[in-house]
T-cell receptor, first 112, second 114 residues
Framework: GQQLNQSPQSMFIQEGEDVSMNCTSSSIFNTWLWYKQDPGEGPVLLIALYKAGELTSNGRLTAQFGITRKDSFLNISASIPSDVGIYFCAGLGETSGSRLTFGEGTQLTVNP | SQTIHQWPATLVQPVGSPLSLECTVEGTSNPNLYWYRQAAGRGLQLLFYSVGIGQISSEVPQNLSASRPQDRQFILSSKKLLLSDSGFYLC?????????????FGSGTQLSVL
């Protein structure tokens, strides 16, 4: 089956720093979605990407759909304490039907 | 607008007891519905998905079952819980717009089997 490798697994940064995380897949994806999960809550959709090369922003967040269609990255600029949480990438491939494949998540800690 | 309701938020059950978690979606018709499980601090494992009433696909062999008695209702059940069934259960629904899919999650149920 399709696999997603999300890195880094965890990050510890100072408030105000920029953050970058990425996901790579073993096969071509048609859709990349990025989610944030707060403790005890369901993941919330941040950004959706549907075309190779697409670059989309949501406030201080920017995500890109890789040209090869096998990767995506998420950047957070000028981090703040409320950015703390687990960030997940998810992808939908050509052979996965309606079943998204999720990365293992990046745990982000922001020190004030 | 569409909303998803999942309950209860937390549940503590003894081993061997039955389970029923319910999820309903409002504001959309014929959604794809999903049940995921998440171990503490880990990724999301797809358990079941449904593309319509009475249509259930299971992704992994397990002690759980799912049912979709109505278009916007999805139920996760077990006849006898195991310790390994503990985890954070998430219901989700997806919508296709312009040929693209987005997945939205409920707020989750933290299940502890003791």
């Amino acid at each position: 089956g399709q696999q997603l490798n999300q890195s880094p697994q965890s990050m510890f940064i100072q408030e105000g720093e920029d953050v970058s995380m990425n996901c790579t897949s073993s096969s071509i994806f048609n859709t990349w979605l990025w989610y944030k999960q707060d403790p005890g809550e369901g993941p919330v959709l941040l950004i959706a990407l549907y075309k190779a090369g697409e670059l989309t922003s949501n406030g201080r967040l920017t995500a890109q759909f890789g040209i090869t269609r096998k990767d995506s990255f998420l950047n957070i600029s000028a981090s703040i304490p409320s950015d703390v949480g687990i960030y997940f990438c998810a992808g939908l491939g050509e052979t996965s039907g309606s079943r998204l494949t999720f990365g293992e998540g990046t745990q982000l800690t922001v020190n004030p | 607008s569409q909303t998803i309701h999942q309950w209860p938020a937390t549940l503590v059950q003894p081993v061997g007891s039955p389970l029923s978690l319910e999820c309903t979606v409002e504001g959309t018709s014929n959604p794809n519905l999903y049940w995921y499980r998440q171990a503490a601090g880990r990724g999301l494992q797809l358990l079941f998905y449904s593309v319509g009433i009475g249509q259930i696909s299971s992704e992994v062999p397990q002690n759980l079952s799912a049912s979709r008695p109505q278009d916007r209702q999805f139920i996760l059940s077990s006849k006898k819980l195991l310790l390994s069934d503990s985890g954070f259960y998430l219901c989700a629904w997806s919508v296709w717009t312009g040929g693209h899919e987005k997945l939205f999650f409920g707020s989750g149920t933290q299940l502890s089997v003791l």
